[in-house]
Nanobody
Framework: QVQLVESGGGLVQAGGSLRLSCVASGLTLRSYGMGWFRQAPGKEREFVGYISWSGGNTDYADSVKGRFTISRDNAKNTVYLQMNSLKTEDTAVYYC???????????????????WGQGTQVTVSL
C-alpha cells in the first residue's frame, strides 16, 4: 500500500533551520506532485508549498516564501522541505501529501491530495 513517512522534525530555536524529508513507498513518485502542509494546535491544516512531479515548478504560501524550499529526488522517492529562518509561528505538525501529476486543481486545496503522511512535529522556541 502507499505510505508517506515524514522525518526530520524537532525542537529548534527561532532563526534556526530544519530539513524535513518525506519518503514514499508503494507508488512511483515521479507520477505525483507533492505538497507540504502544516497544522498548529486549534487551527486548520494549511498549505505550505508544492512541487511538481519533475521539480520544475514550485509554489509556496506567502508566510513561508523566501524561507522554505521544497525539492525532490525521484530516484530516492523522497521529497524535502528545507526550512530556514524559522519563527515561533512555524510551530506545527508538518505533513507531506501526494496527488496525481495530472491534477490541475489548485495546489492549495488539501482535499485535492490523495495520500498523506502521519506528520512530524516542528517546534520553534524563542
Amino acid at each position: 500500500q502507499v505510505q508517506l513517512v515524514e522525518s526530520g522534525g524537532g525542537l529548534v530555536q527561532a532563526g534556526g533551520s530544519l530539513r524535513l524529508s518525506c519518503v514514499a513507498s508503494g507508488l512511483t513518485l515521479r507520477s505525483y506532485g507533492m505538497g507540504w502542509f502544516r497544522q498548529a494546535p486549534g487551527k486548520e491544516r494549511e498549505f505550505v508549498g508544492y512541487i511538481s512531479w519533475s521539480g520544475g515548478n514550485t509554489d509556496y504560501a506567502d508566510s513561508v516564501k523566501g524561507r522554505f524550499t521544497i525539492s525532490r529526488d525521484n530516484a530516492k522517492n523522497t521529497v524535502y522541505l528545507q526550512m530556514n529562518s524559522l519563527k515561533t509561528e512555524d510551530t506545527a505538525v508538518y505533513y507531506c501529501a501526494a496527488r496525481s501529476k495530472w491534477n490541475s486543481v489548485t495546489t492549495y486545496l488539501k482535499e485535492s491530495y490523495d495520500y498523506w503522511g502521519q506528520g512530524t512535529q516542528v517546534t520553534v522556541s524563542l
